[in-house]
């Protein structure tokens, strides 16, 4: 039962975004190519984040600077506004350097589906891994593997966690990305503003919303567990989407050449 449904949370994750960006190119009748440059906005902003963070962990290593708790906020924190600010970033450097003639408001809802759509399926192919990786794991004998007895404890038990987990809470990866999609979208058509209203403050409005969804997702998570979380980004998703219709209704006429 869990093989299944652990499967199913992965080829949801890849199977979503991209119908969603089939759907979304033939109805807008927008360019394949924003979906492209959307996922590659995405990758390019983890590119220089995540060697970021790798950096300042190496360098933090070790030593003790706030309690426990303290740090666990500031992690949550200082996690959410970088991701926030890189790939807000990207997504306006993308408009200003590169999609310089995509102003109109079907144009960022593609643009947004292509980012968020590729972290989708970054992580339904890690999930799927997972369930590989495990499922072999769980066919073997693992105190034959070479690794100290103390790895070999804390192996059984992430392999009996793995199989121990209530089956609808299997599935939590792939309604997530439904919520992040919405998010995602929203947040391109946010910075499209900075070029189409002239007023770079959408940028900041872009950063900080992104930030707080993340830090809602994580910090209700550990508060309140997944399903709680889930119920918060629900939340978020649906004022995202409303956010994103108004804009749609309020959207000044597209203007050519622009400098946010």
Same mark, same amino acid.
């Given at each position: 039962m869990l093989t299944l449904t652990y499967s199913?949370?992965?080829l949801g994750m890849i199977g979503l975004p991209l119908t969603l960006g089939i759907v979304v190119v033939r109805r807008l009748k927008t360019r394949w190519s924003l979906l492209l440059w959307g996922a590659l906005a995405f990758i390019v902003s983890q590119g220089l984040r995540l060697p970021l963070l790798f950096g300042l962990t190496v360098l933090l290593q070790g030593r003790e600077l706030m309690s426990k708790e303290a740090a666990n906020v500031f992690n949550i924190v200082f996690l959410s506004v970088t991701a926030g600010l890189f790939e807000e970033g990207?997504?306006?450097l993308g408009y200003r350097f590169v999609l310089r003639d995509a102003r109109r408001w079907e144009e960022a809802v593609t643009f947004g589906a292509g980012h968020g759509g590729v972290e989708?399926?970054?992580f339904g192919g890690l999930a799927g891994l997972t369930v590989i990786n495990?499922?072999?794991l769980q066919s073997m004998d693992l105190t034959t !593997?070479?690794?100290?007895a103390e790895q070999q404890t804390a192996l059984v038990a992430q392999v009996t966690a793995f199989w121990s987990t209530p089956w609808y809470l299997t599935m939590l990866g792939a309604v997530e990305r439904v919520f992040a999609l919405a998010l995602h979208i929203t947040l391109a058509a946010l910075v499209l503003q900075c070029f189409t209203r002239r007023n770079g403050l959408?940028?900041?409005a872009a950063i900080g919303w992104h930030a707080l969804a993340n830090i809602v997702g994580v910090?209700?998570?550990q508060a309140a567990g997944p399903l709680a979380s889930e119920g918060a980004l629900a939340i978020v998703a649906l004022i995202? !989407?409303?956010l994103l219709f108004w804009l749609r209704r309020s959207a000044p006429r597209p203007l050519p050449e622009v400098v946010a």
């Open positions: 199913l949370n992965a990207a997504r306006w989708a399926i970054i495990m499922v072999i !593997l070479p690794m100290t959408w940028l900041l910090g209700v998570a995202s !989407l409303g």
